[in-house]
């Protein structure tokens, strides 16, 4: 006997001499889908996709000084801060249940080499220090590259024109256990340099410090919602741009080798940046990898959702943590975003 499938019985196959009278009953059918949309605790009851405080990581620029708090323009809510302000951001995203944070450092002074990034008394290890002073709890993830702190811009030593990848490796594992010795509680390079995570992992291990996880960079895209970002840190490059070393946005196999090239040089987590653009790719990773995957939701994306609201187009709490839903329903365990406080004052008051 022929069968369809049929919703309107639960979505099982009904004989064909029954469609009928499956038809006649179209205006009652089994299969509600509404019953579990009717109220709050419903929805809440059935939510697939979960967020939570500790699942944030909060960004914070660090620059030499006392007192200091100088406003991004581009990024509302977000500053430049020195050492003792950055405690008190720290304090307050430990204190509304933010995981951790990621402190990227702003030198005074800036060099060829990138002088600052591996200065034991420089902002980011004071920070480190400070922090977990003041916070013990609170997760420590520092920023390894070289882009801050060169005054060309590029995240490695150049050769010419082009970033000399393997010279830049050296460099990179001594920003990396100079940032451990401070306290850091995980090690994460963003430079796109080939072999890096290999080289910081033999640093790390030669110096003492086998027991502290790297969260690689892996799949970071040449993007363009990098552009407030620049201005926090200071980091515009002086020529050129980085595509040559950040990845085509228009490649996904790619990311796959980047990321297996990581985790066979010993990453413990990955990273794909940016978030909102390269759901795609987050899944991806996760599924090919099953290990801890971060995103980071980029300072573009969170200056366009700010715009956007300011002009009344959008409801800005409403529209941030559908954005951080769909990171998470994207597969990532870990969402590094400008957004961690607010979004985790957001969800208490919701409970």
């Not at 010795?181 to 291990?205: C, F, K, Q, T, Y």
């Not at 490059?237 to 196999?253: E, I, K, L, V, W």
């Amino acid at each position: 006997m022929a069968t369809v499938f049929s919703p309107l019985a639960g979505g099982v196959a009904v004989p064909a001499a029954e469609r009928g009278a499956a038809s006649a009953s179209a205006r009652f059918p089994a299969v509600r889908l509404r019953r579990l949309r009717r109220s709050p605790a419903m929805r809440a009851l059935v939510r697939e996709t979960h967020l939570h405080p500790s699942q944030f990581i909060l960004p914070l620029f660090v620059r030499p000084g006392v007192g200091i708090r100088n406003p991004v323009t581009s990024m509302p809510g977000c500053a430049q801060t020195s050492v003792d302000q950055c405690v008190v951001d720290a304090q307050a995203a430990a204190a509304a249940g933010v995981g951790g944070v990621i402190l990227f450092g702003i030198p005074d002074q800036k060099d060829a080499v990138g002088t600052g990034a591996y200065d034991a008394h420089g902002p980011v290890a004071e920070a480190v220090r400070a922090i977990k002073a003041a916070v013990p709890g609170l997760l420590v993830v520092t920023d390894v590259c070289l882009c801050e702190y060169t005054d060309h811009g590029h995240c490695g030593l150049l050769d010419g024109a082009d970033v000399d990848n393997d010279a830049t490796l050296e460099l990179l594992a001594r920003e990396a256990v100079m940032h451990a010795e401070a306290g850091a509680d995980i090690i994460a390079p963003s430079d796109m340099m080939d072999g890096r995570v290999g080289a910081i992992r033999a640093a790390l291990d030669a110096a003492g410090f086998s027991h502290i996880p790297i969260m690689s960079y892996a799949a970071k895209y040449s993007s363009a919602f990098y552009g407030p970002f620049r201005e926090a840190a200071e980091s515009t490059p002086s020529f050129g741009d980085r595509r040559s070393y950040q990845m085509d946005p228009a490649n996904g196999d790619e990311a796959l080798r980047e990321v297996a090239q990581d985790v066979a040089e010993g990453a413990d987590i990955i990273m794909v940046k940016p978030a909102g653009a390269y759901l795609d790719i987050i899944r991806r990773v996760k599924d090919a990898t099953g290990m801890p995957v971060a995103a980071y939701q980029v300072s573009g994306e969170y200056a366009m959702l700010h715009a956007a609201a300011e002009r009344g187009w959008l409801d800005l709490e409403r529209a941030m943590l559908e954005s951080l839903v769909a990171i998470r329903r994207a597969g990532a365990d870990i969402i590094l975003t400008y957004f961690a406080v607010a979004a985790a004052r957001a969800l208490a008051a919701a409970r």
